[in-house]
C-alpha cells in the first residue's frame, strides 16, 4: 500500500516541503531510513539523522528548519509524534478494513450477521450469538452460545470467548485469549480429594476494552466477572473470577489477580504483580513491578516490594538492604570492642 506525501499531509493536516508526488510503502526509524520509507523526527537528539537518512518522507514539528541541505521531504505539523501516531493508527485501520465471510467456517443458523462484519476462515460461532456492525472474527476464533459482540470490535485468530460472555464496542481481544474460561473452584472432601464448583457466571467487557495476547479471563462462580470501560491488559496475564476492574485501568504483562477482588479506577499495575484474593484496590493505585499485594490499598497509594509497602518507604529501606552485610560486619566489630573494654 503506497501513500503519496500530499496524502499523508491531507490525513494529518500538515504541510509538504519538498515533492508532494513521492510515495513511500513502509515505515522506518530515522537513523535507518530508506529509499519509499516513511520516518519521523520529534526528540531533537536525533536531528542530526534528517541530514542524512534516507527515508523518502520526514514528518517533523512546524518549527523545524534545516541547518543545511537534506534529501527527504519534510511533512510539517504541529506535533511530529502525534502525527506520527495518528498515520500508523489510519495505516492499521485501513490495513484491517475486511468484511464478508471466509469458508470453511461455522456459523449457527441463529445468528444474524451484518454486512459490515468479517469472519474469518475456520472461525466458530455458536447459538444465539449477536454480533455488532464492523466486527472483525479472525481464522481459527472461538465465539461461544449467547455471546454478544458490540460495534467495531476485534478478535483476532485463535482467541476464544466462552458461552454467556459480553464484549461491549470497539474492544481488542488478542491471539490466544481466552475469555470466560472456569474459574479456579474446587472444595475440599474430607478424603483429601476436591470436587469442582461449577462456575456458572460470565465475564463482561465494556466498551474500549484491550486484552493482550495469552491473557486469561475467568467467568465467574455466579454474577460477572468485569472489565470496566477502557480497561487494557498486556500480555500473559491471569484475572481470576468475581475479579472486577475499573476503568481505564492498565495491567502489565504476567501479573495476576486472585479471585473476587476490586481494583478501581485509573490504576497503574506493572509487570509480574501478584495480588491476593477478595481485597479491595483504591482509585489512582500504582504498584511496582513484582510487588505482592496482600492487604486492601487506598486511593493514590504507590506501592513496592512483596509484601508491598509505600514506594518511597521502600527505596529509603533499599539503602540499607544493599549495605546488611557490611552493616552486621560494623555491629559485630562494636560487639567486640564493647565486650574488650568490659
Known sequence: MKFTAEKIADILEGIVVGDPNIEV?????????????LTFLSNLKYTHYIYTTEASITIVNSSFEPEKPISTTLIKVEDA???FSKLMEYYDRIKSLKSGIEQPCF???????????????????????TIGENVKIHPNAYVGDNVIIGD????????????????????????????????????????????KIPQIGNVILEDEVDIG???TIDRATMGSTILRFGVKLDNQIQIAHNVEIGKNTVIAAQSGVAGSTKIGEHC?????????????????????AQS???????DNEVLQGSPSFGYSDWNKSYVYFKNLPKL???????????????
Not at 454486512?115 to 450469538?129: C, K, L, Q, R, T
Not at 497503574?268 to 511496582?288: F, P, T
Not at 505482592?292 to 487506598?298: A, L, T
Request: charged share 20%; proline share 2%; with cysteine.
Open 268 to 288: 497503574q499495575i506493572g509487570g509480574q504483580v501478584g495480588i491476593a484474593g477478595h481485597l479491595v484496590i483504591g482509585n489512582n493505585v500504582k504498584v511496582q
Open 213 to 215: 495476547a495469552g491473557t
Open 107 to 129: 456459523i449457527a443458523e441463529t445468528v444474524k450477521v451484518p454486512d459490515s462484519v468479517y469472519i474469518g476462515a475456520f472461525a466458530y460461532i455458536g447459538n444465539n450469538v
Open 328 to 342: 552486621a560486619k560494623t555491629i559485630n566489630e562494636l560487639e567486640k570492642k564493647v565486650d574488650g573494654n568490659n
Open 152 to 195: 467495531d470490535t476485534t478478535i483476532y485468530p485463535g482467541a476464544k470467548v466462552y458461552s454467556d460472555c459480553v464484549i461491549g464496542k470497539k474492544c481488542v481481544i488478542n491471539s490466544g485469549v481466552i475469555v470466560g474460561a472456569d474459574g479456579f473452584g474446587f472444595a475440599p472432601n474430607k478424603n483429601g480429594s476436591y470436587s
Open 25 to 37: 510503502f513502509k515505515l522506518s526509524k530515522i537513523e535507518e531510513g530508506t529509499q519509499g520509507s
Open 81 to 83: 509524534y502525534e502525527g
Open 292 to 298: 505482592g499485594i496482600g492487604r486492601n490499598v487506598k
